[in-house]
């Protein structure tokens, strides 16, 4: 694999089991139509340079070679075992490898954790036995794997009955038979799987681990995965920072979108926080390409492939079809792309060219004309591409199979004439087109819609890479987060604090890590609330103060804008039978008595511990409201500011921030280093907090502050995973 760093254990039997130069088959069949005689058959019949081991006593040969009764009577040490055992031997299989010396097997064989209680125990029992003999495993329960570009075949797929010409896509699945399927879609466009990867059970090593070493690959230009479920959620954020500094990108296609799998929560922010939205989060914040499906997967790694990064998303449109420009249009703008209008000078030139029937405002319809004078086509997508306002283009045509040469020449010389990028969608091409625009380095989608997504996917991951490389450090200081983390004093018995932090110790806490905070006191009776509003000297909210009742609107326990005694009397009466009424058994600590604030847009800034991916904080719209509006934005801390405005860009009422119905602009960078200094405190108290919720959070003129606050620490009723 071309190599050049200095490798560590663990990379190097990862570069053992993906790029052997020896491979043992445990169980080895003379029948190399079987599952465990398919591997011998791949590596023979598609030119494995290397020494190959068929091991099983019922054989003296196999095919040829020489077969070894056991692990104990090689000759040598392998650098890959393929295993393929029934279950219960698989253990006895690892601990012989292990003494071995070998240091990476795969594991075909059956029977673990996809089987229930007997099955994971038996899998727990298998990774002891790895781990004390130190065998990395790639499965159990996988198809194994395929390096097309050293024609490893460690594996029984069907794929690799057919032609697997390697190429620069590095294709990592979690599921073997719909990975399988993908592959052969991948082959029947022309896209080259330099890596096929089945890693089954994921018992050892998982999706990342596989994929990093792949993309260290000097040959792989893309990386592609097919995901059910994040197992490592450290593991794949680390690996996206890696393809981001290596310049390669990470398509991923994750099924469960739809699925919550959240618990019912004392904050919004808990309650709002949906598997499928997290990952989402972490794959803009991280750079990774995501794909609704397999087919939308393979339209980006085409794009992926063949086309140079756009400089913007400003996108020009040529096509034969008015229809099919318009739909692409439409397209373009529900996934962020621009379709502008062309400069007066470019619709001029195009007027020249484009027959008068035709159309030359963007999209440009060139007609079928074109084919009885192909340079109408031809200088009509240069002088589109040369207008100062395109970003990149997409040439729209269909069938012409009586002309598939003609096509093919000018395509070709387009892409050398033009230094902006295109791809080509040209609908139901003959074979001989695709092969062709290949061939000259050209992308060739197969509809409207999916060339559109393909540019749109284009445009955002060379976005992200120019901001990415365009990030410098905060600067603004992230305040007392240091100590933060410290601050909780143990409590006899469990956790500082478990369960709900008072809220005058949870304001102290933020407040230090630079979180603007209003200000608050606590009040045990009616003369206490009092007290209070005269120091305050304005109008007051009195709020029930509870660690049983978080959603204080929800108990009737809060009341706003009070300006007289006599207010503040009733109100601390009404709240105290409110939530009395609303939970008969809640402790009531008394009333928080604090400031009225103002501010234009009410939002919420919170905290959710992931089971997958630690700590992610929230932004959202609506305050109280924010679980009907669900206008929600995460990302994982800690970020600092630049991070923290694209969260803010994100969100789908994002243009009150500038100012509607006669109200001001507000400061949205004052919003982001809230933001920022949320997630470092996140970061800091990692080890204790379970949730945060800063609602509302209020912006206008005078600047931003949290009003009202909940925060959760771990104990005796919490734990990490949630």
Known sequence: MNRVLALTPNDQALDAMLAPRSIAILGASAQLSKINGRP??????????????????????????????????????????????PANDVCPVIEALGRKGVRAAVVFSSGFGEMGAAGKEREAALLAMARANGVRICGPNCLGLINAFDKVYATFSQYADGDTAPGPVGFVTQSGAFGTAIAALARRRGLGLGYFVNTGNEMDVGFADIMSRVVDDPRIKVAAGYLEGIKDGPGLVELADHCRRIDKPLVLTKVGRLGAGVRAAASHTGSLAVEDDLFDAVARQYGIVRARNEEQMLDILEAFVYTA?????????????????????????????????????????????????????????????????????????????????????????????????????????????????????WVAAPQEA????????????????????????????????????????????????????????????????????????????????????ADVELAESEDGAVSAWQRFGGPVALKIESPAITHKTEAGGVRLNLKDEAAVRQAYREIIQSARKY????????????????????????????????????????????????????????????????????????????????????????????????????????????????NPVLIGEKGVVAVDCVMVLMGQRHSAVV
């Open 40 to 85: 011998l058959k791949f590596l023979l019949e598609k030119g494995y340079a290397g020494t190959i081991y068929p091991v099983n006593p019922k054989y003296p040969q196999i095919a040829g070679l020489t077969c070894y009764p056991n692990v104990e009577a090689l000759p040598t040490i392998p650098d890959l075992a393929v295993v393929v055992v």
């Open 309 to 425: 990064p756009p400089a913007g998303g400003r996108l020009g449109i040529v096509t034969q079809s008015g229809g099919a420009g318009v739909m692409m249009a439409d397209r373009a703008e529900e996934v962020g792309l621009t379709v502008p209008r062309l400069s007066a000078q470019t619709e001029a030139e195009l007027c020249k060219i484009v027959p008068g029937f035709g159309a030359s405002a963007n999209p440009v319809d060139v007609t079928g004309q074109f084919v009885a004078e192909p340079a109408i086509l031809r200088n009509s997508v240069l002088t589109l591409l040369a207008d100062p306002g395109i970003d990149i283009g997409i040439v729209w045509l269909q069938l012409m199979a009586a002309h598939v040469d003609l096509l093919v020449t000018l395509f070709t010389d387009l892409k050398k004439s033009s230094t902006k990028p295109f791809i080509v969608c």
């Open 434 to 517: 695709v092969e062709g625009l290949h061939r000259a380095g050209i992308a060739v989608l197969r509809g409207a819609e999916p060339a559109v997504d393909a540019a749109a996917a284009l445009v955002r991951h060379a976005a992200a890479r120019r901001a990415w490389l365009a990030a410098k450090p905060d600067a603004v200081p992230i305040a007392d987060t240091g100590s933060v983390a410290k601050r909780p004093a143990p409590r006899a018995g469990g956790p500082p604090w478990a369960g709900v932090v008072p809220t005058l110790q949870a304001v102290q806490w933020l407040a230090a890590a630079g979180v603007p905070m």
């Open 583 to 694: 939970d008969p058994q809640a402790t009531l600590t008394g009333v928080m008595v604090q400031p009225m604030a103002t501010g234009d847009i009410e939002l919420v800034v919170g905290v959710k511990r992931d089971p997958t991916f630690g700590m992610m904080v929230m932004l959202g719209m609506g305050g109280i409201l924010v679980e009907v509006l669900r206008d929600v934005v995460w990302r994982q801390a800690p970020f600092g500011v630049d991070e923290a405005r694209r969260m803010l860009d994100e969100l789908r009422m994002r243009a009150v921030f500038d100012g509607v119905r006669g109200r001001p602009p507000v400061d949205k960078h004052i919003l982001a280093v809230l933001l920022s200094r949320v997630a470092y405190f996140a970061d800091a108290m990692k080890e204790h907090l379970l949730e945060l919720d800063l």
